[in-house]
């Protein structure tokens, strides 16, 4: 163990932001100092002692704000210091004494073992002295981790972490706050680092010595907030154009039987994303299809891949015998169905050149119930059909390679 810290002393840098925690800063800044001597401390405009118990201590570097400014932004500027001293990672830990300096050790041993990836560490939250609010907000904040990158984490809301520094150079965040541990950390899954859970122990004094920050109603209105951003994020950007990438990097059929070898899917789930798939490609939300197909794939816990491979069913030179055929689908369940040809177009053309806009209005609004209505049948029946072929296809290929 100490061989491993020995040597990677020299690529890690440890930043202690801090925040009118006086108390306990000393003897972080002592405990950290038996594993490390480069250690970078943030003074996010302290109002206490903190600017006085600073002048009797020896370090790599005092970086001082004048007023508060939020633990992302004191995390930022130690970040921007240690790689203008060549540093690789920087580890942080909170200067309020809930973790332990010889924990580093662990830290240290687990990115030995994992290189580049971003150690983080696991509180047990259900440890003595946990607050409640801080378990609810822990969990909750583990959900939309979840949600945003498809990874779960016992522990997303720790300070007590390592971090590839390398990776975060041109990355512009947009949070100054606590919650720009919940950013960094999702936006890290977004670019594939690894993250790495690892077991740590906490201390939390009683509550008539707890030093907090947390201001409840304001602090979870900015992490909601965050989180619808990073939601939209998910959604909009970062999961199609991880699909588009995967398609267009390698061919139709590869791709599909990788995703049902990779992920061990049953015939069952294949032809549950390729039904599935097939119904999003017909539903009448035109240039929403393949962002409202992957968050619901994500929701059902379908393979994503399969999903938005198969919604691509409505490609352009298909979309009008979609329509058409989705329109005429409709008319089935219509006493009076409107017709779809070119005289209706230049009848509804007529109408408004004569001002009967409320007519106009009124038959149009009826051809487009008879359109919605019938491209969701189709596309639930040819969901079905496409789902029964390809689970049978799958099962009589499956036999035919078992009989070999």
């Known amino acids: 163990m100490e061989h491993t810290i020995n040597n990677l002393n020299s690529k890690i840098c440890v930043i202690i932001p801090t925040y009118n925690n006086a108390n306990t800063l000393i003897d972080v800044i002592h405990g950290v100092q038996k594993y490390s001597d480069n250690i970078i401390i943030v003074n996010d405009g302290s109002?206490?002692?903190?600017?006085?118990?600073?002048?009797?201590?020896?370090?790599?570097?005092?970086?001082?704000?004048?007023?508060?400014?939020?633990?992302?932004?004191?995390?930022?500027?130690?970040?921007?210091?240690?790689?203008?001293h060549g540093f690789e990672y920087v580890m942080t830990i909170d200067s309020d004494g809930q973790h332990y300096p010889d924990d580093i050790p662990k830290m240290f041993n687990a990115l030995n073992k994992n290189p580049d990836s971003l150690i983080i560490g696991s509180r047990n939250i259900n440890a003595d002295g946990m607050p409640s609010k801080n378990t609810f907000a822990n969990k909750f904040s583990n959900f939309w981790f979840w949600a945003e990158t498809n990874k779960k984490l016992p522990d997303t809301q720790s300070g007590f972490r390592?971090?590839?520094?390398?990776?975060?150079?041109?990355?512009?965040?947009?949070?100054?706050?606590?919650?720009?541990e919940i950013e960094i950390l999702v936006r890290s899954a977004w670019k594939d680092i690894k993250i790495i859970p690892t077991p740590v122990k906490v201390y939390?004094?009683?509550?008539?010595?707890?030093?907090?920050?947390?201001?409840?109603?304001?602090?979870?209105?900015?992490?909601?907030?965050?989180?619808?951003?990073?939601?939209?994020?998910?959604?909009?950007?970062?999961?199609?154009?991880?699909?588009?990438?995967?398609?267009?990097?390698?061919?139709?059929?590869?791709?599909?039987?990788?995703q049902i070898t990779l992920h061990n899917?049953?015939?069952?789930?294949?032809?549950?994303?390729?039904?599935?798939?097939?119904?999003?490609?017909?539903?009448?939300?035109?240039?929403?299809?393949?962002?409202?197909a992957a968050f619901l794939a994500h929701i059902f816990r379908l393979n994503?891949?399969?999903?938005?491979?198969?919604?691509?069913?409505?490609?352009?030179?298909?979309?009008?015998f979609i329509i058409y055929f989705s329109y005429q689908f409709g008319g089935l369940f219509f006493?009076?169905?409107?017709?779809?040809?070119?005289?209706?177009?230049?009848?509804?053309?007529?109408?408004i050149v004569d001002g009967e806009f409320y007519n106009t209005l009124k038959e149009f609004g009826y051809s487009i119930i008879q359109y919605i209505l019938g491209s969701l049948l189709l596309g639930l029946s040819l969901g079905i059909l496409s789902f029964l072929i390809s689970w049978s296809l799958i099962k009589v290929t499956s036999a035919l390679k078992e009989n070999k």
């Open 204 to 258: 939390y004094p009683s509550p008539e010595k707890r030093v907090t920050h947390f201001r409840p109603f304001r602090d979870f209105a900015r992490i909601s907030l965050l989180n619808t951003v990073l939601v939209l994020i998910t959604f909009l950007l970062v999961l199609p154009l991880k699909a588009f990438k995967y398609i267009t990097q390698n061919k139709f059929t590869k791709i599909v039987r990788e």
């Open 47 to 84: 109002t206490d002692s903190t600017s006085e118990l600073l002048n009797t201590v020896s370090c790599l570097k005092i970086i001082s704000f004048p007023l508060n400014k939020g633990k992302g932004a004191a995390i930022k500027e130690g970040m921007a210091e240690a790689l203008s």
């Open 304 to 320: 994503k891949i399969i999903v938005l491979i198969f919604s691509n069913i409505s490609l352009p030179p298909v979309i009008p």
């Open 335 to 351: 006493d009076n169905p409107q017709e779809f040809d070119i005289d209706t177009i230049y009848y509804l053309k007529q109408q």
């Open 162 to 180: 390592i971090y590839p520094i390398k990776f975060y150079k041109n990355t512009k965040f947009f949070t100054n706050g606590f919650e720009f």
């Open 265 to 292: 899917e049953t015939p069952h789930n294949v032809s549950m994303a390729i039904g599935f798939g097939i119904f999003m490609g017909i539903a009448p939300i035109w240039g929403f299809q393949m962002i409202v």
